[in-house]
């Protein structure tokens, strides 16, 4: 089973084997969203765990003759702090909460950004657990109580040991580069606990098995916890099915990971300068990426214009664009100020009169105009983006693949062929389960090390023979989405 918790919807997929062949079936869907409580962005813990207890039940219902193993995958940074019996001490925090604004600062005063990127490779986002951590402690939050990432937390909750994976680990910032392990050098500035903070483990890890009320369900009587690539984005590049070394990528959903898969590590200064992050891959890869704003841009206008009236969906507003003239100027995805929510239609219209002295979307339909700026604004900065990935890293890319749930998006692909002139190749929607899938395969299949955790190449090999399985998938993914 895999485990895919999304910041807008979380799924539980099942694979089985028919005849020798995969199939891989969406089992359960349910929606999620953080919760604003007072001047707070919160999740929802309880109903995150409480959706995984439904689709556990119904895979145990289907699955009848037994399941080997669940591997968890989600978003990166966020986390769950615990009391002493393991409990957890309230809703977590969602990473784009106001408040690591100021926190980011303050930290920055205790340890220099150079000395950070030097320590850690990783991007300077405000949201990254390091500032979360410290914005704790700024409000009064003993720096004692223990922490765990929310996909390793949903796992501990079914039974395995308090661990962080290692390419989810990466994205806390607190990581040192050259260990894989905590940075106390970084603990130790800003006053955190290192004790609080989980063992990391490499990806493919067995860490328990399932245990419980769920346990007694015969299906369940000898599943395995494996904690695959639990961070999404370091499963959906182990899901793209390829070789060789010409290729770039674009994890494409509410976030566009734009990068390419190294290694080493790559900190020099031009690296730094264009703050690109040095993320932990499966096989002790390296996933060599900027975080850019994806689809969070449509999701928050498309939520300011239906409260205007206007009843619009993605796919109508792709497939209206699509016949649109190319925007005469295009806004910066970037602007920190477009990552928080509320009202983005002024958001963008503010940055555009800045630019402009007036609004160039004025005097047309301007929900058309708006949508069809973004996705031209999106498609050149991926191609700025990859411009700079070739530049540093001194690679001589060919190939572009797309994977999550922006693949679907045909304008928006078309357009970053047109950007960026590279071989577009649409990749599975569903390749984060794929590759939470094709880590498990190869841990079960006896390739686990444990210096390294499951080798890329294992890993590739299973995404390839399951690639061929996600037409049924995406099939019950959308008929679930429509419904």
């Known amino acids: 089973m895999a485990i895919d ?30 919760l604003r409580r007072e001047k707070t962005l919160l999740w929802n813990i309880k109903g995150i765990v409480q959706g995984i207890s439904e689709g556990l039940c119904h895979c145990a219902e289907t699955a009848t003759e037994g399941i080997a193993s669940i591997g968890v995958d989600g978003w990166a940074v966020d986390y769950v702090r615990l009391a002493d019996d393991g409990r957890a001490l309230g809703d977590p925090r969602c990473y784009r909460d106001e408040r690591t604004i100021e926190a980011e600062r303050q930290v920055h005063q205790l340890i220099s950004p150079r000395d950070l990127y030097e320590f850690t490779g990783i991007q300077f986002l405000r949201f990254n657990t390091l500032y979360q951590l410290y914005a ?41 580069l050259k260990t894989g392990d905590w940075s106390r050098q ?86 730094l300068d264009k703050n690109f992050t040095n993320l932990g891959g499966v096989g002790k890869k390296i996933c060599f990426l900027k975080n850019l704003n994806g689809m969070w841009l449509l999701q928050q206008c498309l939520e300011s214009w239906n409260q205007q009236g206007h009843r619009w969906s993605i796919p109508e507003l792709v497939q209206a664009c699509s ?41 047309g339909n301007v929900v058309l105009e708006t949508a069809n700026l973004i996705f031209h604004s999106l498609a050149k900065r991926y191609a700025e983006v990859l411009q700079d990935i070739a530049a540093i890293t001194g690679k001589s ?19 970053t062929a047109e950007q960026t002139g590279l071989g577009v190749i649409l990749g599975p929607a569903e390749s984060s389960t794929i590759g939470n899938f094709a880590v498990q395969l190869a841990t079960l299949d006896g390739d686990w090390k444990p210096s390294v955790g499951v080798s890329a190449c294992a890993v590739s090999t299973w995404a390839r023979a399951l690639a061929d399985s996600c037409a049924s998938a995406r099939e019950e993914v959308s008929a679930e989405a429509m419904a």
Request: proline share 6%; hydrophobic share 40%; net charge negative.
């Open 397 to 415: 890319i060919r190939k572009l693949y797309i994977v999550g749930g922006g693949s679907r998006n045909t304008l928006l692909n078309r357009l």
């Open 323 to 363: 016949a649109l003239k190319a925007p005469t100027t295009h806004f910066d995805v970037d602007d920190p100020d477009l990552l928080l929510p509320s009202d983005m239609p002024e958001k963008i219209r503010t940055q555009l009169e800045r630019k402009h002295a007036v609004n160039p979307l004025s005097n």
């Open 5 to 34: 918790l999304g910041a807008e919807s979380c799924r539980v997929s099942l694979l089985r084997w028919h005849h020798d062949s995969p199939q891989i079936r969406v089992i359960h869907r349910f929606a999620n969203g953080p």
């Open 186 to 271: 970084i603990f130790d500035c800003t006053g955190l606990d290192l004790s609080a903070a989980p063992q990391i483990v490499e990806s493919g890890s067995i860490v328990g098995g399932l245990r419980g009320a769920l346990a007694e369900l015969p299906a369940f009587q000898s599943t395995l916890l494996i904690a695959p690539a639990c961070h999404d984005t370091a499963s959906a590049i182990a899901g793209i099915p390829t070789e060789g070394d010409d290729w770039a990528f674009i994890s494409s959903g509410t976030w566009s990971l734009v990068g390419t898969v190294l290694d080493k590590p790559c900190t020099t200064d031009e690296a």
């Open 136 to 176: 704790d402690q700024q409000e009064g939050i003993g720096p004692h109580f223990r922490w765990i990432n929310l996909p390793e937390y949903i796992l501990f909750c079914l039974g395995a040991r308090r661990v962080a994976e290692y390419t989810n680990s990466t994205h806390t910032q607190l990581v040192d």
